[in-house]
């Protein structure tokens, strides 16, 4: 496998972070949620809003041969904005960024991190150790789980 350097998010990263959200709410989310909730997502992460959203939240990137390959975020103790390169699915890239946004965490005192969970991501995160607490229901992002796991 080449080399994936995990370093913080920078506005140039934005178009190319929005287009592999895109492409994965398009491709894996589509499957398990409506047409209008995948659009509301879409918009919620423009390489606008994503720019806007670094401003409060530790945002990451991984990189591979200087392209951005992946994004993850943390805001306390919330981790959001998981998303790969669909082409990079289950290569260890995913694990990567959740290693990294865990260590920030624990780096900040945070003893107990949360995130919610789409449908199609839950095994996902059960492999890293997260547990379900309960699901969550939106009008505007539709289902999903809410998870946690103990930093020790």
Known sequence: ???????????????????????????????KYPEQII???????SADDLIR??????????IMNDKVIGIGSLLNDFISTVFVNIHHHGTGIGRKIMNTLELIAKENNI????????INAINFYEMQGYQV???????????????????L
């Open 1 to 31: 496998m080449k080399k994936i350097i995990i370093r913080n998010f920078e506005p140039n990263d934005a178009a190319s972070a929005a287009e592999i959200i895109r492409n994965n709410l398009l491709t894996i989310n589509a499957r």
């Open 39 to 45: 659009q509301n997502l879409i918009k919620i992460y």
């Open 53 to 62: 959203q670094s401003s409060n939240k530790t945002m990451i990137v991984a």
């Open 111 to 118: 003893k107990t991190i949360s995130l919610h969970a789409s």
């Open 133 to 151: 607490v309960s699901n969550v229901e939106s009008e505007d992002f539709g289902k999903s789980i809410l998870m946690k796991k103990d930093l």
